[in-house]
Protein backbone atom coordinates (compact mmCIF):
# COMPACT_ATOMS: atom_id res chain seq x y z
CA UNK A 1 0.00 0.00 0.00
CA UNK A 2 1.65 3.30 -1.19
CA UNK A 3 1.00 6.48 0.84
CA UNK A 4 1.04 9.33 -1.14
CA UNK A 5 2.35 13.02 -0.16
CA UNK A 6 0.25 15.29 0.47
CA UNK A 7 -0.73 17.80 -2.54
CA UNK A 8 0.03 21.77 -1.76
CA UNK A 9 -2.80 23.70 -1.97
CA UNK A 10 -1.96 26.80 -3.77
CA UNK A 11 -3.30 30.19 -2.17
CA UNK A 12 -3.40 32.87 -4.92
CA UNK A 13 -2.66 36.21 -2.91
CA UNK A 14 -4.09 39.39 -3.96
CA UNK A 15 -2.77 42.28 -3.56
CA UNK A 16 -4.25 44.55 -0.44
CA UNK A 17 -5.10 47.96 -1.81
CA UNK A 18 -4.42 50.85 1.40
CA UNK A 19 -7.42 52.30 2.76
CA UNK A 20 -8.21 55.90 1.69
CA UNK A 21 -7.80 58.35 4.66
CA UNK A 22 -10.81 60.28 5.50
CA UNK A 23 -9.51 63.28 6.73
CA UNK A 24 -6.34 63.70 5.14
CA UNK A 25 -4.03 66.33 6.80
CA UNK A 26 -3.13 69.68 5.05
CA UNK A 27 0.78 69.69 5.25
CA UNK A 28 2.40 71.09 7.65
CA UNK A 29 3.55 74.84 7.47
CA UNK A 30 6.94 76.17 7.88
CA UNK A 31 7.10 79.80 8.47
CA UNK A 32 10.24 81.83 8.31
CA UNK A 33 11.49 82.99 11.23
CA UNK A 34 10.53 86.89 11.94
CA UNK A 35 13.25 89.92 11.81
CA UNK A 36 13.91 92.67 14.15
CA UNK A 37 11.32 95.22 11.95
CA UNK A 38 8.70 92.85 10.91
CA UNK A 39 8.26 91.99 15.04
CA UNK A 40 7.90 95.85 15.63
CA UNK A 41 5.56 96.11 12.45
CA UNK A 42 8.38 97.96 10.44
CA UNK A 43 8.95 100.03 12.54
CA UNK A 44 12.16 101.73 13.76
CA UNK A 45 12.94 100.84 17.78
CA UNK A 46 15.21 103.26 19.23
CA UNK A 47 17.16 103.62 22.63
CA UNK A 48 19.03 106.56 24.02
CA UNK A 49 21.72 106.89 26.62
CA UNK A 50 22.98 109.73 28.45
CA UNK A 51 26.87 110.78 28.79
CA UNK A 52 28.05 112.04 31.93
CA UNK A 53 30.79 114.91 31.52
CA UNK A 54 33.21 113.10 32.88
CA UNK A 55 32.76 109.76 30.32
CA UNK A 56 33.30 112.16 27.31
CA UNK A 57 37.28 111.83 27.40
CA UNK A 58 36.93 107.83 27.52
CA UNK A 59 33.91 107.96 25.31
CA UNK A 60 35.92 109.33 22.25
CA UNK A 61 39.07 107.86 23.14
CA UNK A 62 37.62 104.26 22.98
CA UNK A 63 34.84 105.62 20.34
CA UNK A 64 35.93 103.06 17.72
CA UNK A 65 36.20 99.66 20.80
CA UNK A 66 32.28 100.39 21.27
CA UNK A 67 31.51 101.19 17.98
CA UNK A 68 32.65 98.01 15.67
CA UNK A 69 31.00 95.14 18.44
CA UNK A 70 27.40 96.91 17.92
CA UNK A 71 27.19 97.88 14.19
CA UNK A 72 29.41 94.95 12.38
CA UNK A 73 27.85 92.04 14.90
CA UNK A 74 25.17 92.76 16.17
CA UNK A 75 24.02 94.73 13.29
CA UNK A 76 22.55 97.59 15.63
CA UNK A 77 22.98 101.53 14.29
CA UNK A 78 24.58 103.68 16.76
CA UNK A 79 25.83 107.51 16.66
CA UNK A 80 26.45 110.27 18.68
CA UNK A 81 24.58 112.91 19.27
CA UNK A 82 26.46 115.85 20.23
CA UNK A 83 23.72 118.43 20.74
CA UNK A 84 21.59 116.19 22.93
CA UNK A 85 25.03 114.64 24.84
CA UNK A 86 23.16 111.06 24.12
CA UNK A 87 24.54 108.09 22.13
CA UNK A 88 21.58 106.94 20.64
CA UNK A 89 20.83 103.44 19.04
CA UNK A 90 18.11 101.96 16.46
CA UNK A 91 17.44 99.11 14.93
CA UNK A 92 17.95 97.95 11.49
CA UNK A 93 16.10 95.36 8.87
CA UNK A 94 18.88 93.52 9.13
CA UNK A 95 18.76 93.08 12.95
CA UNK A 96 18.85 89.50 13.45
CA UNK A 97 17.11 89.56 16.87
CA UNK A 98 14.95 92.49 18.67
CA UNK A 99 16.96 91.60 22.16
CA UNK A 100 20.05 93.16 20.53
CA UNK A 101 18.85 96.64 20.70
CA UNK A 102 18.80 96.14 24.52
CA UNK A 103 22.03 93.94 24.71
CA UNK A 104 23.39 97.07 22.92
CA UNK A 105 21.81 99.79 25.24
CA UNK A 106 22.96 97.60 28.46
CA UNK A 107 26.25 97.87 27.24
CA UNK A 108 26.71 101.42 26.52
CA UNK A 109 25.24 102.19 29.66
CA UNK A 110 28.05 99.46 31.43
CA UNK A 111 30.73 101.90 30.19
CA UNK A 112 29.24 105.06 31.27
CA UNK A 113 29.25 103.55 34.56
CA UNK A 114 32.83 103.63 34.49
CA UNK A 115 33.00 100.14 33.55
CA UNK A 116 36.12 99.00 30.86
CA UNK A 117 35.12 98.20 27.20
CA UNK A 118 36.46 94.23 27.36
CA UNK A 119 34.59 94.13 31.04
CA UNK A 120 31.14 95.52 29.09
CA UNK A 121 31.63 93.86 26.37
CA UNK A 122 30.74 90.45 28.18
CA UNK A 123 26.85 91.64 28.08
CA UNK A 124 26.88 91.39 24.11
CA UNK A 125 27.98 87.82 24.59
CA UNK A 126 26.36 86.13 27.60
CA UNK A 127 22.83 86.42 28.61
CA UNK A 128 23.67 85.23 32.21
CA UNK A 129 25.15 89.25 33.02
CA UNK A 130 23.47 91.69 34.56
CA UNK A 131 24.61 95.54 36.51
CA UNK A 132 23.50 96.26 39.78
CA UNK A 133 23.69 100.02 41.29
CA UNK A 134 23.63 100.87 44.97
CA UNK A 135 24.55 103.83 46.88
CA UNK A 136 26.62 103.41 50.26
CA UNK A 137 23.57 105.41 52.15
CA UNK A 138 21.44 102.73 50.87
CA UNK A 139 23.53 100.63 53.82
CA UNK A 140 24.40 102.91 56.43
CA UNK A 141 24.10 106.64 56.69
CA UNK A 142 27.34 107.80 56.72
CA UNK A 143 28.70 111.51 56.67
CA UNK A 144 32.24 113.44 56.32
CA UNK A 145 35.35 111.16 57.34
CA UNK A 146 33.13 108.38 58.55
CA UNK A 147 31.87 107.97 55.13
CA UNK A 148 35.45 108.23 53.30
CA UNK A 149 36.68 105.89 55.43
CA UNK A 150 34.18 103.02 53.94
CA UNK A 151 35.10 103.96 50.71
CA UNK A 152 38.57 103.55 51.82
CA UNK A 153 37.52 100.36 53.13
CA UNK A 154 35.82 99.14 50.19
CA UNK A 155 39.04 99.73 47.75
CA UNK A 156 41.89 98.75 50.43
CA UNK A 157 45.50 99.93 49.52
CA UNK A 158 45.63 100.29 45.76
CA UNK A 159 42.88 98.70 45.37
CA UNK A 160 43.55 95.29 47.16
CA UNK A 161 40.31 94.88 48.45
CA UNK A 162 38.20 95.17 45.48
CA UNK A 163 40.22 93.20 43.41
CA UNK A 164 40.12 90.13 45.89
CA UNK A 165 36.55 90.48 45.63
CA UNK A 166 36.03 90.62 42.10
CA UNK A 167 38.66 87.81 41.50
CA UNK A 168 36.66 85.58 43.98
CA UNK A 169 33.38 86.41 42.79
CA UNK A 170 34.08 86.21 39.28
CA UNK A 171 32.91 89.87 38.67
CA UNK A 172 33.37 93.40 38.47
CA UNK A 173 33.16 96.49 40.79
CA UNK A 174 33.12 100.20 39.84
CA UNK A 175 33.53 102.33 43.10
CA UNK A 176 32.20 106.17 41.74
CA UNK A 177 31.85 108.51 44.83
CA UNK A 178 29.13 106.99 47.12
CA UNK A 179 27.93 104.44 44.21
CA UNK A 180 28.31 101.05 43.89
CA UNK A 181 28.01 99.11 40.40
CA UNK A 182 28.87 95.51 39.67
CA UNK A 183 28.49 93.52 37.07
CA UNK A 184 28.16 89.66 36.96
CA UNK A 185 25.68 86.71 37.37
CA UNK A 186 23.00 86.92 39.71
CA UNK A 187 24.49 84.39 42.24
CA UNK A 188 28.03 86.04 42.11
CA UNK A 189 26.55 89.37 42.36
CA UNK A 190 24.70 88.67 45.46
CA UNK A 191 28.00 87.58 46.93
CA UNK A 192 29.72 90.88 46.21
CA UNK A 193 27.16 92.59 47.52
CA UNK A 194 26.83 91.30 50.42
CA UNK A 195 30.66 91.24 50.70
CA UNK A 196 30.70 95.07 50.59
CA UNK A 197 27.87 95.71 52.59
CA UNK A 198 29.78 93.87 55.63
CA UNK A 199 32.95 96.66 54.94
CA UNK A 200 30.54 99.70 54.04
CA UNK A 201 29.28 98.56 58.48
CA UNK A 202 32.63 98.32 59.65
CA UNK A 203 34.00 94.51 59.07
CA UNK A 204 37.74 94.38 59.01
CA UNK A 205 38.58 93.43 55.87
CA UNK A 206 40.36 90.05 56.69
CA UNK A 207 37.04 88.79 58.18
CA UNK A 208 35.68 89.41 55.57
CA UNK A 209 37.82 87.57 53.42
CA UNK A 210 37.63 84.55 55.42
CA UNK A 211 33.58 84.41 54.57
CA UNK A 212 34.05 85.25 50.98
CA UNK A 213 36.82 82.16 50.93
CA UNK A 214 33.72 79.89 52.54
CA UNK A 215 31.51 80.94 50.48
CA UNK A 216 33.10 80.36 46.98
CA UNK A 217 34.07 77.34 48.21
CA UNK A 218 30.83 76.06 48.78
CA UNK A 219 29.86 77.57 45.18
CA UNK A 220 32.69 75.59 44.14
CA UNK A 221 31.86 72.26 45.69
CA UNK A 222 27.90 72.69 43.78
CA UNK A 223 28.80 73.07 40.33
Given at each position: MSIKAPATMEVETMPC???PELNPLPPKPVFKPLKAHEMSDGRVQ???VSVPPHRYSPLKKYWMDIYTPIYEQMKVDIRMNLKARKVELKTRPDTPDISNLQKCTDFVQAFMMGFDVPDAIALLRLDELYVESFEIKDVKTLRGEHLSRAIGRLSGKGGKTKFAIENATKTRIVIADTKIH???SFANIKIARDSLCNLILGSPA????????QVTARLAERF
Open positions: EPKFRKILGGKVYSKLR
